[in-house]
């Protein structure tokens, strides 16, 4: 009797030890999103305080003032609208660019036989441990040579044939060597060639795998920085990152409150979609990765 009146007690106890474990976890994962959520919270309210606001102490977390003439200064002060068209632009190129040629080189990689294909391979991935900053001046050189100098084309070609479709290659070739030759051997009998195989099976399949190279590539794009102050010149064909550093007085002291409205509008469109996007993005690398 004892006994069973025991299990019924830890039977109505499960339940709130559950929820209270719950609560604990939730708890806990809120405390740590704290740092990473501030920051952005911190922009966002800062583009709609003035200047001595954003410097009061203690400081506030939302606006005592509504001040919404710093979206407005952020258009009026530079030309914002052409930047952000630029860095759109830009950046969908690259992902659509690169998106192809890592294709196209992961599937050669992975099901394609042909002499050194290994070697050529570990050849491509050592590539990626070389930094940026050591090949800039020799693309800057080649640029120059070429006479495309402060213009888009550097900052579409580079990226495409740089490290971006290394990455995306790895992850692409990740993901054709799971698919099974019964695929290929089947196409191959229908008539398909190559060609048709890359067009009209890998890639109607290959979502798993072009979703992070995607998102990863557009982000990538996005937020560079060195390429564009290196090949460019004029205002106007600034991207985001290098028109956000504009944003000052004749004094060179930034407008922070102008600089804070221009940074949320860059940055808000990116979280959206990464928000909107992570999770496939998480299945994407499961789905990609070394098995």
């Known amino acids: 009797m004892n006994n069973e009146l025991e299990r019924g007690l830890s039977r109505l106890h499960l339940p709130i030890g559950r929820r209270l474990s719950t609560f604990i976890q939730y708890l806990c994962l809120a405390i740590l999103a704290i740092p990473f959520v501030f920051p952005f919270w911190w922009m966002i309210s800062s583009s709609f305080k003035s200047y001595a606001e954003i410097f009061t102490f203690p400081p506030t977390l939302l606006p005592q003032v509504w001040d919404f003439q710093n979206y407005s200064q952020a258009f009026t002060f530079q030309p914002f609208a052409q930047q952000y068209f630029n860095s759109v632009y830009i950046a969908v190129l690259v992902t659509v660019g690169v998106m192809f040629v890592s294709t196209l080189s992961g599937y050669a990689f992975a099901r394609i036989p042909f002499p050194g294909k290994s070697f050529f391979f570990m050849l491509l991935l050592s590539s990626v441990m070389m ?161």
């Open 131 to 291: 930094p940026a900053e050591v090949t800039i001046i020799p693309n800057y050189m080649f640029m120059k040579t070429l006479g495309v100098l402060d213009t888009h084309i550097p900052l579409i070609i580079i990226p495409i044939l740089g490290p971006s479709s290394i990455v995306a290659t790895f992850i692409a070739r990740q993901f054709f060597l799971s698919l099974p030759s019964e695929l290929e051997d089947a196409a191959m009998i229908d008539g398909l060639g190559r060609w048709g195989i890359y067009t009209k099976i890998v890639l109607p399949i290959a979502r798993p795998c072009l979703a992070p190279i995607a998102i990863l590539t557009f982000l990538s794009s996005w937020n560079s920085f060195i390429e564009p102050l290196v090949y460019l010149s004029t205002n106007s064909k600034f991207t985001l990152p290098l028109a956000l550093r504009g944003y000052t007085d004749m004094f060179g002291v930034p407008l922070w409150g102008v600089q804070m409205a221009a940074t949320t509008l860059a940055t808000l469109p990116v979280l959206i979609v990464f928000i909107l996007a992570q999770q496939q993005v998480v299945e994407s690398f499961a789905q990609s990765g070394i098995k």
